[in-house]
T-cell receptor, first 114, second 115 residues
């Protein structure tokens, strides 16, 4: 079985400052890794995903994430945040055995302060 | 691209009543998923379909929950004899492509409140 831990439930950060949202996972099999964003009153939207290859993955809106297999982590980063980045961010995994469902973390609420 | 749509967006019902939610996936997507999201939690997988076949339903929360996708297009999720603990956001997602790797596209959700 898989599990995802997002230790930070809330992250306040000033506009134009860098941010890192942490994600750690646990799995007995190899996984694919995803970050989704949920803006207020909107559906979940994919930011980026790691399937294989380069461990640094670039996504939309200037976000990137780095897969670290030894630390079982997939932290999300952005060098300079904007007010519009205020949202809930979810890390998720799916396993590589053919099961399709995503296992989500509990989410991190990013609040960008003007 | 019309995206994934869900209907209704909000539902208030009394305990013991049955409710049914509809999901219309992106037209060319063959996989359809249902998730539940409670306050302060991430989405929790319930069930999924590949075309009209329901390939995973062991995570449906109880036998009061059932889902169908009769023609491989839209899907319905029914909750019978609702309980206050069923209050949550119910999310639908659809996808196509290689299993596990594909991007799931989510609808806006149906928020259920059981009084």
């Amino acid at each position: 079985a898989q599990s995802v831990t997002q230790l930070d439930s809330q992250v306040p950060v000033f506009e134009e400052a860098p941010v890192e949202l942490r994600c750690n996972y646990s799995s007995s099999v190899s996984v694919y890794l995803f970050w989704y964003v949920q803006y207020p009153n909107q559906g979940l939207q994919l930011l980026l995903k790691y399937l294989s290859g380069s461990t640094l993955v670039k996504g939309i809106n200037g976000f990137e994430a780095e897969f670290n297999k030894s630390q079982t982590s997939f932290h999300l980063r952005k060098p300079s945040v904007h007010i519009s980045d205020t949202a809930e961010y979810f890390c998720a995994v799916s396993d590589q055995t053919g099961a399709n469902n995503l296992f989500f973390g509990t989410g991190t609420r990013l609040t960008v302060i003007p | 691209d019309t995206g994934v749509s869900q209907d209704p967006r909000h539902k208030i019902t009394k305990r013991g009543q049955n409710v049914t939610f509809r999901c219309d996936p992106i037209s060319e997507h063959n996989r359809l998923y249902w998730y539940r999201q409670t306050l302060g939690q991430g989405p929790e997988f319930l069930t999924y379909f590949q075309n009209e076949a329901q390939l995973e339903k062991s995570r449906l929360l109880s036998d009061r929950f059932s889902a169908e996708r009769p023609k491989g297009s839209f899907s319905t999720l029914e909750i019978q004899r609702t309980e206050q603990g069923d209050s949550a956001m119910y999310l639908c997602a659809s996808s196509s492509g290689l299993a596990g790797e594909e991007t799931q596209y989510f609808g806006p959700g149906t928020r259920l409140l059981v009084l």
